[in-house]
């Protein structure tokens, strides 16, 4: 139990354009999802808490108007990525929170050309 | 928010030796996991850990907790080239958000 999904895997993109990545809760329900990025060959970084019905909450130096998420269902996040550009092309990895533990899904490779 | 310190930043071993890594946090938990991530990949739940326990076991791997000095520390032993990879660690529970440290880096050499 306790399966948190994400779609896609992996994105190539054309700078400028949009990407949207889903974060699922398979078998148990989420009121909280997380959004972490991570840039080759360093510690995941929590970009935004996305919380069920209401707005996200965004970590310090990240764009909201960038990076927007969305969270209306208890078992679905999504996070675009608005007029990506080369700089935006990380690993995006969410996790979801069920009573006191948090479940992360197996990431998003972006890359934006 | 949590956020896990790990120790040593990269270690080095020969295939068949035990590995121990460390991680320090600061504020009190309900319970820490440990993560594993090759190269490019994504996390891969290794074990938990709740606050009320001391050790656990999972096949080779083996996590103590000792929450008066806020650590814990993973080990693996007769390790093989497969479990090369960076481990994270995750103190956790409640309603606080998880962040992560820059991880410790193993190597195991065939």
């Known amino acids: 139990g306790a399966v948190v999904s994400q779609h896609p895997s992996w994105v190539i993109c054309k700078s400028g354009t949009s990407v949207k990545i889903e974060c699922r809760s398979l078998d148990f329900q989420a009121t909280t999802m997380f959004w972490y990025r991570q840039f080759p060959k360093q510690s995941l970084m929590l970009m935004a808490t996305s919380n069920e019905g209401s707005k996200a909450t965004y970590e310090q130096g990240v764009e909201k108007d960038k990076f927007l998420i969305n969270h209306a269902s208890l078992t679905l996040s999504t996070l675009t990525v608005t007029s990506a550009h080369p700089e935006d092309s990380s690993f995006y990895i969410c996790?979801?929170?069920?009573?006191?533990?948090?479940?992360f899904g197996p990431g998003t490779r972006l890359t934006v050309l | 928010s949590q956020q896990g310190e790990e120790d040593p930043q990269a270690l080095s071993i020969q295939e068949g030796e035990n590995a121990t890594m460390n991680c320090s946090y600061k504020?009190?938990?309900?319970?820490l996991q440990w993560y594993r991530q090759n190269s490019g990949r994504g996390l891969v739940h290794l074990i938990l850990?709740?606050?009320?326990?001391r050790e656990k076991h999972s096949g080779r791997l083996r996590v103590t907790l000792d929450t008066s000095k806020k650590s814990s520390s993973l080990l693996i032993t007769a390790s093989r080239a497969a479990d090369t990879a960076s481990y994270f660690c995750a103190p956790g529970g409640g309603y606080q958000k998880v962040t992560f440290g820059t991880g410790t880096k193993l190597q195991v050499i065939p």
């Open positions: 996790s979801a929170r069920l009573d006191n533990e948090q479940f």
């Open positions: 504020t009190s938990i309900n319970n």
């Open positions: 850990i709740r606050s009320n326990e």
